[in-house]
T-cell receptor, first 114, second 112 residues
Framework: GNSVTQMEGPVTLSEEAFLTINCTYTATGYPSLFWYVQYPGEGLQLLLKATKADDKGSNKGFEATYRKETTSFHLEKGSVQVSDSAVYFCALSGGYSSASKIIFGSGTRLSIRP | NAGVTQTPKFQVLKTGQSMTLQCAQDMNHNSMYWYRQDPGMGLRLIYYSASEGTTDKGEVPNGYNVSRLNKREFSLRLESAAPSQTSVYFC???????????FGQGTRLTVV
C-alpha cells in the first residue's frame, strides 16, 4: 500500500537559517502530495500541495517540488522565522491503490531559536 | 466559515464508559476521516468514509465504530473506553481522491 516516510525530528535551527525537511513516498500511479503544518494546540492546516510530477507547491516562503523520479517531496524554506516553529507533516492522497485515504508521515517537529 | 466542527473539545472518561465524538463539515465534501494522534507520533487513520453511505477501516480500527449519518456528519463511537484510547482525535474532510483534507480542531480524550 501507499506510505510516506519523512525526516525524523526534532529539528532545531537558528532564525534565518535554511530549512530542508525530507519526505519520500511509496505509491503506484500518480498521487497528490501535501505538506501540512500543526501549531501547538491546533489542528492541521494545509501548507502547500502538488498534484503532478514536476509541480512546485509554494506558500508563506515554503516550497516543495514533486519529484517522480526520486519519489520525493522535500520541504524547503530559505530563511526561517521563530513563527515557523511547529510540527510539519508530509502526506499523499490518490494513486492507484489508496482510494480516498490520505496517508501521513510521522511528522517533524521544528524549533527555531531567535 | 465553520469548516469542520468537532464536539466535544475535551473529555475525560472512566475505563469501560462509552461515548460518541461528533464531527460535521459544511463544505459539501464527499469524504470524511477520523484520525488519532498520540504524543510524539503522527496521525493514524481509524476509519474513513469515501462517500455518504460507505465506511472503511483504517490502520487502527479496533475498539471504535463509525457512522456516516449523512453527507455532513461522521461520528466516532467508543463502546468501552480503555486507557490505550487516550489520545487527541481529529476529524477531517475532503472532496475525494487526490484532494487536500480540512481538519477540525481536535478532541482531547483522556481515559482513566
Amino acid at each position: 500500500g501507499n506510505s510516506v516516510t519523512q525526516m525524523e525530528g526534532p529539528v532545531t535551527l537558528s532564525e534565518e537559517a535554511f530549512l530542508t525537511i525530507n519526505c519520500t513516498y511509496t505509491a503506484t500511479g500518480y498521487p497528490s502530495l501535501f505538506w501540512y503544518v500543526q501549531y501547538p494546540g491546533e489542528g492541521l492546516q494545509l501548507l502547500l500541495k502538488a498534484t503532478k510530477a514536476d509541480d512546485k507547491g509554494s506558500n508563506k516562503g515554503f516550497e516543495a517540488t514533486y519529484r517522480k523520479e526520486t519519489t520525493s517531496f522535500h520541504l524547503e524554506k530559505g530563511s526561517v522565522q521563530v513563527s515557523d516553529s511547529a510540527v510539519y507533516f508530509c502526506a499523499l492522497s490518490g494513486g492507484y491503490s489508496s482510494a480516498s485515504k490520505i496517508i501521513f508521515g510521522s511528522g517533524t517537529r521544528l524549533s527555531i531559536r531567535p | 466559515n465553520a469548516g469542520v466542527t468537532q464536539t466535544p473539545k475535551f473529555q475525560v472518561l472512566k475505563t469501560g464508559q462509552s461515548m460518541t465524538l461528533q464531527c460535521a463539515q459544511d463544505m459539501n465534501h464527499n469524504s470524511m476521516y477520523w484520525y488519532r494522534q498520540d504524543p510524539g507520533m503522527g496521525l493514524r487513520l481509524i476509519y474513513y468514509s469515501a462517500s455518504e453511505g460507505t465506511t472503511d477501516k483504517g490502520e487502527v480500527p479496533n475498539g471504535y465504530n463509525v457512522s456516516r449519518l449523512n453527507k455532513r456528519e461522521f461520528s466516532l463511537r467508543l463502546e468501552s473506553a480503555a486507557p490505550s484510547q487516550t489520545s487527541v482525535y481529529f476529524c477531517a474532510s475532503s472532496e475525494g481522491v487526490g484532494t487536500e483534507a480540512f481538519f477540525g480542531q481536535g478532541t482531547r480524550l483522556t481515559v482513566v
